[in-house]
């Protein structure tokens, strides 16, 4: 089970590989992100979830043109 750091609420939300988010609450696909609790990225987050991160976050910049 995963829990945020910040509150440990153990309902978290993952868009890519080891990046969550600590959620108030989720309703069908609607999601409500908790901003008091920060995003995080576990320490112990495989080498391979982390480059697929990249390589998304790669991907993303380019559409937005950053």
Do not use: H, Q
Request: with cysteine; net charge negative.
């Amino acid at each position: 089970m995963i829990r945020c750091p910040t509150c440990g609420n153990d309902v978290v939300y993952s868009p890519v590989p080891s990046l969550y988010f600590c959620l108030e609450k989720m309703l069908g696909e609607n999601i409500t992100i908790s901003v008091e609790c920060k995003a995080w990225v576990p320490e112990d987050a495989p080498a391979a979830d982390l480059l697929k991160m990249t390589e998304r976050i790669e991907k993303l910049a380019l559409e937005l043109r950053l």
